[in-house]
Each structure stands twice: as structure tokens, then as C-alpha cells.
Nanobody, 125 residues
Framework: VQLQASGGGLVQAGGSLRLSCVNS????????MGWFRQAPGKERVFVAF????????DYADSVKGRFTISRDNAKNTVYLQMNNLTPEDAAVYYC???????????????????WGRGTQVTVSS
């Protein structure tokens, strides 16, 4: 399993970015995928997850209504559409996958087995 996140960058407050996470290894189409973020000096925290079918998803309260997670299993890719960004959204964003199809859904980073390298999101005020 090799996850690679991309799409980060510098954006003004109120702007949008779309992150992508491609898995170039074994297919993860049957696993829950999540996005997490880590700001400097802070712990890695949950942003959003989507289950294997894309029919069940959840978001951190801080991003609800602004971020949308989706997945394209045919492309082994998970997306995070981020709208109305604020400086508080600035962080390194990581995608992650649960280890087994039977692992179910989770918002806890400790319960994700596979991680990408992360992509930096910077939001200017």
C-alpha cells in the first residue's frame, strides 16, 4: 500500500483546494479512508472519513459544511474538497486507510494502518 496525497498549496482565506490521495499499491476499495491534519506543534486530528462504498462519511465539526470527502474506487483515489478555507485550516493533510475491509469506520488516527506522506495547506488571511 502506497498512499500519496497531493493538491495542497497556498490559498487566500475564503478560497478552495481539492486534495487527492492516490493508492499505487494494493487496492483499498474495500476499506474506510480518512483525511487527517496536523498543524505545527499540535497533534494529528481527524478531518473526515468515507467508507468503502462512499455511502457513509463523517466530518470533524470544524469542517462540516465546508469540506467534502469522496472516493473513486476505480481510480484508487480519495478526494477532499475544501471550501471557504480559513487560517485555522492550515496544516499538513494526510490521507490514511484502515487495515482491513472488516475494520469499519473510525475517526481515530490510531486505528488507521496506512498513511501517506501528507500535503501542506497554507491559508493566508
Amino acid at each position: 500500500v502506497q498512499l500519496q496525497a497531493s493538491g495542497g498549496g497556498l490559498v487566500q482565506a475564503g478560497g478552495s483546494l481539492r486534495l487527492s490521495c492516490v493508492n499505487s499499491g494494493r487496492t483499498l476499495s474495500s476499506r474506510t479512508m480518512g483525511w487527517f491534519r496536523q498543524a505545527p506543534g499540535k497533534e494529528r486530528v481527524f478531518v473526515a472519513f468515507v467508507n468503502w462504498s462512499g455511502g457513509n462519511m463523517d466530518y470533524a465539526d470544524s469542517v462540516k459544511g465546508r469540506f467534502t470527502i469522496s472516493r473513486d474506487n476505480a481510480k484508487n483515489t480519495v478526494y477532499l474538497q475544501m471550501n471557504n478555507l480559513t487560517p485555522e485550516d492550515a496544516a499538513v493533510y494526510y490521507c490514511a486507510a484502515r487495515k482491513f475491509a472488516s475494520s469499519g469506520i473510525s475517526s481515530s488516527p490510531e486505528e488507521y494502518a496506512y498513511w501517506g506522506r501528507g500535503t501542506q495547506v497554507t491559508v493566508s488571511s
